[in-house]
């Protein structure tokens, strides 16, 4: 699924470098005003054991969730209602 920013999500990341390529991107996002980093509902978090960072897409106003890698889990990048909490991995 593509949205207003052509964001498409991610599954998993494939590397370090990939997931940090990606924050290099997102970060460049928010810099030209396409997107915005947005607060945290306490209530569809992850919790704070996770690396969670959400951002909006200003074209469209959905959010995205972006969970960084924490070993086995690889990280994913999805929109927030499309973005179950990942079973037997580390709660908050």
């Known amino acids: 699924m593509v949205n207003g920013c052509d964001w498409e999500p991610i599954e998993r990341f494939e590397s370090l470098a990939d997931y940090e390529k990606f924050i290099s991107w997102i970060n460049g996002q928010v810099a030209a005003g396409r997107a915005a980093l947005v ?3 306490p209530a569809k978090a992850w919790g704070n054991a ?3 960072h ?4 200003v074209a469209d ?4 969730r972006l969970v960084g890698p924490d070993p086995p889990f690889r990280g994913v990048f999805k929109r927030l209602d499309s973005t179950p909490r990942q079973a037997g991995t580390a709660a908050g």
């Open 50 to 52: 996770w690396d969670e």
């Open 39 to 41: 607060a945290l509902d």
């Open 54 to 57: 959400w951002y909006q897409c």
């Open 61 to 64: 106003r959905e959010v995205w």
